[in-house]
């Protein structure tokens, strides 16, 4: 009875897992077979539709391409000029050059649009009348060549040249790609072209002829190409005629007098490219191939213009490789199954089965009570024999079993104690009344209460007074109804501490049934410091957007007070450089030049100023020679001093040199020298000194024989809008410059101060590191002398404003105070004309143009070749830092903010020159 047993549980078992694994493995390797070739398959049609897309953009961004060189081709001086000439007798009346002094410019340009575009194989310029004036081309041998007069043609009766006079000024003509012909004869060898051509007006009126460019197709469609894996690629025009095959004899047929079309090989393609742009299919028909279409549309606003790209894909030559590889796979998968197949069976039967039918019967054996049963623990190995030396030991350690479980538990005990006693959050259970049960060390930390003053207290008492029924009233509902409102939900609740502080915190309850009694455990954590950071994020953020408000606010303001500040110190300074005023009149003016000076000094200040406080104002220091920033302050400076009757004396060759950043330090110089010449006294002086401090600073001293500051006012000095007494005064002032100073001096790591006695002086000084080993020139005042001569010759200069009163302003300082030339446009558009037809020696533009920014005219003239090297200066209200940096990457020659001097303008407009007069 026992061997039948054992041998029918092997032998049952040996033949169903037998089956079930050979079963498994043939599907399995057939399912991976079929899904591997689908998605092989699918991932070869997805790429060849992705380089029939790609293919296709490559030739629309070509056909743009050669679109853009034919509109710039009309803009070209030449072609406007030989329109002039050609109604004037054959003389230009604006530059007095001859017709055929224009036609070879014009031939100049057309050989060099052939030389850079090796695929153009004509340009013709052609009249209203269909009679050829100018055709360049390129020769057999790769040269270029100009035909003559008297082999010119007329087109008058050609298709493009009839639908090409149709269009309107800036639109373009697309003909059918065919064969090249000369004198009506197709030429040979075949030359496919494809013509582009724009008619020619004279100011955007009435068309006056046409410019058409032949561009050969090799280059256009170099891409459509067979492959030796059986792909075929093709184009089609839009009557099915072939203009790119495989096999040229089946190419242009219509003009050579074959009928082969896309309609003879495709029909069912060719229906569907009747109402679709593009489709792609699998042809379950045709052996699986692949084929398909996309449409390109060569000719804008002319849907019915188009050339059809091909795709064909034969599968048993693009998937040969993938069958090839799948069923290598499936066969080697099979082979591999069937043997591994042998190996379980035999192992199972062996190591598995036997094990387990001997088990089974020991078992059965425990189970009626049998604790003398052993099995042979040599016979087995592995997993099996532990399990032999289990059911044996079982018995005798019975007893020992469960003595070693109950103190086990007696530990994990202890253990989940002590993990509830170190957790962070504070957990709390209570039972069905509300009594507290227990309270963790967390909870303690958390409430401030020892567990001996809670337990078998009502929670309420970890709660505001205000949530004491509240509590009571969820309580008792869940108890009688089981409706659940706060159990298993996590919320933000109030807490209270023992001292009666109440505080947020986050609180989780469940519910826990032990031996059918419910308790409550309750998981608190203390949200005070959450609170106080989201706070303090809210804080900052409010005050980002109040700074960012603040900075917009300032830069609008900049704008708004600048234009109307140009015009009052410009014109002011005009009328002041006028001899013999009245003197009354003279007064005046200077009253209203000194209010605007002081109003403008007072917007750049309030700007400064708030920039520093924004963080936006950044310094980079680095080691610079202090030489050169002492020779520009004195050249700026000196003028003042000496209108001021004031005796400025400091040496500008020292050769020291500092950390610092040189237009900070300069501006920090100025402010200085600027307040010591305002608050001096009649022939006063100012006195520049230097001294070095513990071999590693250098301390730079401005003394002044002024009006001094108070002793008890000298701490408010660099506060922002204290003028320490001086606004009792009739000197004017901000009271933000020194503060601005002494910024910019911290920010170069230095450090300002001042020693002053009232009615006697002041001596400011700041103090910057230096940076390597100091050098002193030979001591010696050198003054800075700048002349600029006015023996300049005149310039051409075009203005781009639209404001009235500031293009005015230009007009009169250029008419009145230099001879040079100037021409006023309101608008961009208006400017870029007339920039490109006059070419002038100098352009000045103004950035918030009405119908195009400022920096968007700079960039056209920039790019333009007969334009790009023309001087640009920028005169703007446009003040701000980050206006400024954009004029100067922008590549303006000057960038040049109003309100602008009289003296500074003129300056700067001698002082530019076209790049070709260097």
């Known amino acids: 009875m026992h061997d039948r047993f054992k041998f029918g549980l092997r032998g049952k078992t040996t033949l169903v897992l037998a089956s079930l694994l050979f079963f498994s493995l043939i599907v399995i390797n057939l399912t991976s077979y079929w899904q591997s070739r689908k998605v092989a398959e699918q991932k070869v049609i997805e790429l060849e539709q992705a380089r029939h897309s790609l293919l296709k953009r490559e030739i629309e961004g070509e056909l743009e391409h050669h679109r853009k060189n034919l509109l710039t081709l009309i803009d070209m001086p030449p072609v406007k000029a030989i329109i002039r000439a050609r109604a004037n007798h054959g003389v230009d009346p604006e530059s007095g050059d001859t017709l055929q002094q224009w036609r070879q410019r014009l031939i100049v340009i057309f050989l060099a649009f052939l030389k850079a575009n090796s695929n153009y194989y004509q340009i013709r310029y052609i009249d209203a009348d269909g009679e050829e004036l100018i055709k360049v081309q390129t020769t057999p041998d790769g040269g270029m060549s100009v035909v003559a007069d008297k082999d010119l043609q007329n087109k008058s009766e050609s298709l493009y040249v009839r639908e090409t006079l149709k269009l309107t000024p800036g639109e373009t003509y697309y003909s059918d790609v065919t064969l090249n012909r000369e004198h009506g004869v197709i030429q040979v060898p075949h030359q496919p072209v494809l013509r582009l051509a724009t008619p020619v007006s004279m100011n955007d009126h009435q068309v006056t002829g046409l410019i058409v460019m032949n561009l050969t197709t090799e280059k256009l469609f170099a891409g459509v190409t067979s492959e030796p894996n059986g792909l075929q690629r093709s184009i089609v025009d839009e009557k099915g005629y072939y203009i790119k095959n495989d096999d040229p004899s089946k190419t242009f047929g219509s003009e050579l007098g074959v009928d082969y079309r896309f309609q003879n090989v495709e029909a069912e393609l060719a229906a569907f490219a009747d109402n679709h742009d593009q489709y792609f299919r699998q042809h379950a028909l045709h052996n699986n191939e692949l084929d398909g279409f996309q449409k390109i549309y060569f000719a804008p606003n002319d849907s019915s213009r188009y050339w059809l790209l091909t795709l064909n894909i034969p599968e048993n030559k693009v998937f040969a490789y993938v069958d090839a590889a799948l069923s290598n796979s499936l066969l080697v998968s099979l082979l591999f199954g069937l043997l591994s197949l042998l190996i379980i069976v035999w192992y199972i039967s062996r190591k598995i089965l036997t094990p387990i039918v001997n088990l089974a019967s020991a078992t059965d054996q425990l189970r009626g009570g049998d604790l003398t049963v052993r099995v042979d623990e040599t016979s087995a190995q592995d997993e099996f024999h532990t399990l032999y030396s289990a059911i044996n030991a079982f018995a005798e350690n019975q007893q020992h079993a469960t003595t070693q479980l109950e103190n086990r538990v007696i530990a994990q005990t202890k253990r989940l104690s002590a993990v509830i006693d170190n957790i962070v959050d504070g957990i709390i259970t209570i039972d069905k009344y509300g009594k507290i049960e227990s309270f963790n060390l967390a909870a303690k930390q958390i409430f401030g209460y020892d567990d001996t003053e809670v337990i078998g207290q009502n929670v309420q008492m970890l709660m ?51 031996d059918g009694v419910r308790h409550f455990v309750g998981v608190t954590r203390d949200l005070t410091e959450r609170k106080l950071t989201e706070q303090a994020l809210i804080d900052s953020r409010e005050s980002e957007r109040a700074n960012k408000a603040k900075s917009e606010f300032l830069s609008r303001m900049s704008h708004e007070l600048r234009t109307p500040l140009h015009a009052i110190i410009a014109f002011s300074d005009l009328i002041l450089y006028e001899e013999n005023l009245d003197p009354k009149l003279e007064e005046y003016l200077q009253y209203i030049n000194r209010a605007g000076d002081h109003l403008l000094t007072l917007v750049d200040d309030v700007l400064d100023l708030a920039k520093i406080e924004n963080g936006k104002l950044s310094i980079l220091v680095k080691p610079i020679k202090l030489q050169a920033v002492l020779e520009e302050c004195y050249s700026l400076i000196n003028p003042l001093a000496l209108k001021a009757g004031i005796n400025l004396m400091f040496d500008t060759h020292v050769d020291y040199t500092v950390n610092a950043e040189h237009n900070s330090l300069k501006q920090v110089m100025l402010n200085i020298l600027s307040n010591a010449i305002k608050y001096n006294r009649q022939q006063g002086s100012i006195t520049v000194s230097y001294e070095i401090k513990n071999n590693k600073c250098l301390r730079i001293n401005f003394k002044d024989t002024g009006i001094g500051i108070d002793t008890k006012l000298q701490k408010h000095l660099f506060e922002p809008f204290q003028r320490v007494g001086a606004e009792f005064t009739t000197v004017k002032g901000t009271g933000i410059g020194l503060t601005i100073t002494q910024k910019l001096i911290n920010m170069m790591g230095g450090i300002i101060g001042v020693d002053s006695t009232e009615g006697k002086g002041s001596n400011f000084w700041i103090e910057l590191a230096l940076s390597n080993e100091l050098k002193i020139s030979p001591s010696g005042s050198a003054q800075i002398k700048r002349t600029i001569s006015n023996t300049q010759k005149s310039k051409n200069i075009i203005y781009v404003e639209d404001d009235p009163t500031n293009a005015r302003l230009m007009a009169e300082i250029l008419n009145n105070m230099t001879n040079h030339n100037l021409v006023i446009a309101n608008t961009a558009e208006e400017g870029l004309k007339l920039i490109i037809e006059q070419l002038p020696d100098l352009v000045i533009l103004d950035i918030g143009l009405p119908d195009m920014d400022g920096f968007v005219l700079l960039e056209q003239i920039r790019t333009h070749p007969l334009a790009k090297k023309i001087p640009v200066i920028a005169v703007t209200a446009r003040a701000m830092m980050d206006d400024v940096v954009r004029g100067k990457i922008a590549g303006f020659d000057h960038y040049m903010t109003k309100p602008t001097k009289v003296s500074e303008l003129l300056k700067t407009i001698e002082l530019v020159k076209r790049e070709d007069e260097y």
């Not at 004491?468 to 919320?491: A, M, P, Q």
């Not at 109030?494 to 309850?509: C, N």
Request: charged content about 30%; glycine content about 12%; proline content about 4%.
């Open 464 to 514: 505001p007074e205000s949530s004491h029924g509240e509590h009571d009233v969820y309580l008792n509902n869940y108890i009688k109804t089981g409706e659940k409102k706060i159990i298993g939900i996590g919320r933000e609740v109030m807490g209270r501490r023992k001292d009666g502080t109440i505080f947020p915190m986050e609180l989780a309850v469940n519910e826990l049934v032990i």
